[in-house]
């Protein structure tokens, strides 16, 4: 079993910062990418960082130089550095695991935290 659980969200003011995290436990091996993925109401859930096998990290184009994504391997977390906060990031934040194992095939979702950029 594999279980992710974000927290970190929360009501922040225009130009504020937030960090983000995503805690995995179970079945945590064979990771072949990692990232973060925002849905608002009547919007698709769309990409916005992702760490793929290598390391390598992308980004979403309205989000370049204003977030970061980055890992802790040895404690099975992923992180989100969300700075500069607009209103129109306003969404709630999924963490999502690619995992390509024998035995933990799948990708994998939390449960979503909310971000609200409001003044």
């Known amino acids: 079993q594999v279980q992710l659980v974000e927290s970190g969200g929360g009501l922040v003011q225009p130009g504020g910062s937030l960090r983000l995290s995503c805690a995995a436990s179970?079945?945590?091996?064979?990771?072949?990418?990692m990232g973060w993925y925002r849905q608002s109401p009547g919007k698709e859930r769309e990409l916005v960082a992702s760490i793929i096998s290598g390391g390598r990290t992308v980004y979403a184009d309205d989000v370049k130089g204003r977030f970061t994504i980055s890992r802790d391997n040895a404690k099975n977390m992923l992180y989100l550095q969300v700075n500069s906060l607009k209103p129109e990031d306003t969404a709630v934040y999924y963490c999502?695991?690619?995992?390509?194992?024998?035995?933990?095939?799948?990708?994998?979702w939390g449960q979503g935290t909310q971000v609200t950029v409001s003044s």
């Open positions: 179970g079945s945590i091996f064979s990771i072949n990418a």
């Open positions: 999502s695991f690619r995992l390509r194992g024998y035995s933990n095939y799948g990708d994998y």
